[in-house]
Structure formats: C-alpha cells, structure tokens
C-alpha cells in the first residue's frame, strides 16, 4: 500500500535558522512526488514536482529534493511568514487517476 | 485564471440533515477531485472527475456520500444523514493534462461542523 511518513511532526525555528523537513515513501510506481504549503484555514499551495531521483526544484527560500525512498524540503534562513504546515504527497502510476495521496505534514513555526 | 472556489466556506448542521457543497475548478480544467481532511491530518482522497465522468471512489465513500459534474464544469458533494465523524474540511482541487507539472490546485475548502 502507498504511504507517506513526514518527519518531524512539528518543528520550530529561529528566524534564519536552516533547518529540513523530510518525506518518506513508498509507492508500487511514482509518477510525482508534491510538496504543498498550507495556512491554518486554507486550502493546500502548490509549491514543487518532483519526477526522479537526484531532481532538484528552488523557490526563493525552499529547496526539494529527492531520493528514491524520501524527499527533503531544505529552508534556509527562515522567515516569520514561512510559518505553515509543509504536506508532501505521491502519486503512483497505478489506477485511472492521478490522486494525490499525503502525509500528516509537518508544522513549521519561525519565531522572529 | 480565478482559481478554485468552494461554496459555502462554513456549515454547520444538525445530525442527521443532508448537506451539499459546490465546487468551481478553473476553467478548462478537466480533471476535479474531492479531498477529505481533520485536524492535524492530510487531506485525504475521496473522489475523482475526468469532465462529468466520475472514474474512481474511495472506500472513504460510503453510501450517504454523493458526488457530481453534470456538465463537465462545476461539481457537488453532498452528504445524506450526517453524522458527528463526517465534521472537516472539504476541499475540492482541479488539475489539466496540459500542465507540466501535474499539480493540483486546491480551494479554499468547506468547513463541515455536524452537532
């Protein structure tokens, strides 16, 4: 069965304190693995896609990788409003959709 | 390019009373799927749309359950005799074979609290 495991559940950092949140997995076949942000009340933001092992993805302060069994999502010098839950979900070949299926998240919170 | 909206935000009913959300994907977008998500866990899968074809159902789904896309744009949940466990939040996210990274985009979800 697919799964996906983020680690830690929580985690808190000083403002400009560089830290990684990781995204364990196993799928019988990955099509993508998503890293998506979400505030409190809102709906998931799309942040990256990533297809293959060794693959790589920026955004201003975030950076994804991944491996073939996990993902990181690097933060460096954190920001008060990077403050979110971060979700990770897969999608596998298998099936006739292309579902989505998601982690618990991890909850980040930057103190200034 | 409006994004995905859901309506009502919040609900709050009785057990018991049948409830109904609508979800608007952005436009020509073919691909619609309804998410489930509680506190403290990832939204989960509970339904998928390709135009007005419903092509797979969770087992999260039971019978109370059921969705639509009459026309291929905008869809409806609705839940028959709630109950207390089917409190959370519903989102509703769309997606297009033309996009390169496969991503789904969410609204803002709708709040369910069953008393």
């Known amino acids: 069965e697919d799964q996906v495991t983020q680690s830690p559940e929580a985690l808190r950092l000083q403002e400009g304190e560089s830290s990684s949140l990781n995204c364990s997995y196993t799928v019988s076949g990955l099509r993508g693995l998503f890293w998506y942000r979400q505030d409190p009340g809102k709906g998931p933001e799309f942040l990256f896609t990533l297809y293959s092992a060794g693959e790589e993805k920026e955004k201003e302060r975030l950076k994804a990788t991944l491996t073939k069994k996990e993902s990181f999502l690097h933060i460096t010098a954190p920001k008060p409003e990077d403050s979110a839950t971060y979700l990770c979900a897969v999608q596998n070949y298998g099936g006739a959709t292309n579902k989505l299926i998601f982690g618990t998240g991890t909850l980040l919170a930057v103190q200034p | 390019d409006t994004g995905v909206s859901q309506d009502p935000r919040h609900k709050i009913t009785k057990r018991g009373q049948n409830v109904t959300f609508r979800c608007d994907p952005i436009s020509e977008h073919n691909r619609l799927y309804w998410y489930r998500q509680t506190l403290g866990q990832g939204p989960e899968f509970l339904t998928y749309?390709?135009?007005?074809?419903?092509?797979?159902k969770s087992r999260l789904l039971s019978d109370r359950f059921s969705a639509e896309r009459p026309k291929g744009s905008f869809s409806t949940l609705e839940i028959q005799r709630t109950e207390q466990g089917d409190s959370a939040m519903y989102l509703c996210?769309?997606?297009?074979?033309?996009?390169?990274?496969?991503?789904?985009?969410f609204g803002p979800g709708t709040r369910l609290t069953v008393l």
């Open positions: 749309f390709q135009n007005e074809a419903q092509l797979e």
């Open positions: 996210a769309s997606s297009t074979r033309r996009s390169s990274y496969n991503e789904q985009f």
